[in-house]
């Protein structure tokens, strides 16, 4: 069963946050990730979710995206974002 992280992200410093970019999708890609959207278009339909930079990133399975979450080449690339972004993730079970 496939996994997804869903991220929405703030970004306050363009180039900290470009560090991460730059080292980020390495890792997703090491541990099968695929990226579906990366910081497209986003028009809230209803409710009152505040979408910023919006990133989807699909995975053969929950416990491989949090692998990768996890990683050491993940963890390095997040430090280059701290500070960076007001940066919220989660991972959700697919069909």
Do not use: C
């Amino acid at each position: 069963m496939p996994g997804y992280i869903i991220t929405n992200a703030e970004v306050f410093d363009k180039d900290a946050y470009g560090e991460y970019g730059k080292l980020a999708p390495d890792a997703i890609k090491k541990y099968g990730g695929k990226f579906l959207t990366r910081g497209g278009a986003a028009e809230i339909l209803e409710g009152n979710w505040e979408p910023h930079r919006i990133v989807v990133v699909k995975f053969d399975s929950v416990e491989q995206a949090k692998a990768m979450y996890n990683s050491p080449e993940y963890q390095a690339a997040k430090e280059k974002r701290i500070g960076a972004a007001d940066f919220n993730m989660i991972v959700v079970e697919g069909n």
